[in-house]
């Protein structure tokens, strides 16, 4: 009976540990998420990386594009800026993303002369990865243009590569905010942990 009642306030503790970790690794992540959105954007970076999403059978997914809304905004407000679209093809996808951002930037009047492709990402770590190797060698900083959310992982990846960064945020679907916000969550503390 008394080794039963000490296993109880073993478990009671583990349960309270547990639930007290979880509150406080969703505030931390929270907080991580709203400093992502911050240093926001005024042009100085002579480069911006765009960070491609979903690109459906006829269209770019709602996430992507609220990217490229926010991607040509920019893009008119500061036409020295060259864009670095990154995103590979998936195998359900009909095209690359970056060829799908692409399409829709030079349909609205962004010359081809500032857009340059990396297809082979897969993953937000080699978005980043791969879009540093078509910078100059002498650029340092540059703009992170991705959904709101996503913005403390991308520019946490940046800096891990050496790579200063200000931020566009493109609004995020209500209609998945949950659901990618949660899963962001837990990605975010993986780079935060092991670095990608």
Not at 130 to 141: C, G, Q, R, T
Not at 177 to 194: C, D, G, H, N, Q
Request: charged fraction near 25%.
């Amino acid at each position: 009976m008394i080794v039963l009642k000490r296993w109880r306030k073993v478990a009671i503790v583990c349960v309270f540990v547990i639930a007290m970790s979880g509150i406080y690794l969703w505030q931390l992540t929270g907080t991580w998420m709203d400093e992502g959105v911050e240093l926001v954007a005024d042009g100085t970076n002579d480069y911006a990386i765009v960070l491609g999403a979903k690109v459906k059978r006829d269209a770019p997914s709602l996430s992507l594009q609220y990217r490229l809304d926010a991607t040509l905004r920019y893009a008119h407000d500061n036409p020295h800026v060259k864009m670095i679209l990154s995103g590979g093809q998936g195998p359900d996808e009909p095209m690359s993303e970056a060829e799908a951002m692409r399409q829709f930037l030079t349909r609205n009047g962004i010359a081809e002369e500032r857009l340059l492709l990396e297809t082979a990402s897969t993953s937000t770590y080699e978005n980043i990865l791969f879009s540093k190797a078509l910078l100059p060698d002498e650029v340092e900083s540059v703009t992170i243009i991705t959904s709101d959310y996503h913005l403390a992982r991308a520019r946490k990846l940046a800096s891990n590569l050496n790579l200063q960064t200000d931020a566009v945020a493109a609004r995020t679907p209500k209609v998945v905010a949950a659901k990618l916000i949660s899963r962001e969550r837990i990605a975010l503390l993986k780079t935060y942990i092991v670095g990608k």
